[in-house]
């Protein structure tokens, strides 16, 4: 799969669409009930967070300490926003999109963008690269 920025985006069908949008909102509801399967269900077993200032974080150990990690900063949800999609083959997407960070109180307390490379499973879509950045740092609880 190659991308290419000047890559018109793809005709993402709207189940796959929806299928997917159903993930990024677990992803953010793995935070709200603190449940860290539920963050790690969002992956694929190979997959991995590539993340500004740190190596990547691949596997579900890696992804467990990101996810602590993303907690301690006093993250209870997140909310993404598709902007688009590149690459649809059936197997692979990769997302381009916006996101925000929210505490316990609902107030936003961090945003950025993301691209995420998606792998069709059998059990759904699931991340399998994950690379975001923010547009600021993060504000600490």
């Not at 150990?61 to 993303?70: H, M, Q, R």
């Not at 949800?77 to 649809?88: D, E, R």
Request: proline share 5%; hydrophobic share 40%; aromatic share 14%.
């Amino acid at each position: 799969m190659a991308f290419h920025p000047s890559q018109a985006p793809s005709k993402l069908p709207a189940t796959e669409i929806q299928a997917i949008s159903e993930t990024n909102r677990h992803y953010g509801e793995a935070f709200a009930k603190s449940d860290s399967s539920i963050f790690l269900d969002c992956y694929a077993p190979d997959g991995c967070i590539l993340m500004q200032g740190a190596p990547a974080l691949c596997g579900p150990k890696a992804l467990l300490l990101f996810y602590k990690g993303a907690y301690k900063t006093g993250m209870r949800n997140i909310v993404f926003t598709s902007i688009n999609w590149y690459g649809y083959d059936g197997r692979y997407v990769t997302e381009q999109g916006t996101y925000q960070q929210f505490d316990a109180g609902d107030n936003i307390i961090g945003t950025g963008k993301y691209l995420v490379v998606w792998l069709k499973l059998k059990i759904g879509w699931r991340m399998l690269r994950d690379m975001f950045n923010a547009d600021a740092t993060p504000k600490m609880k």
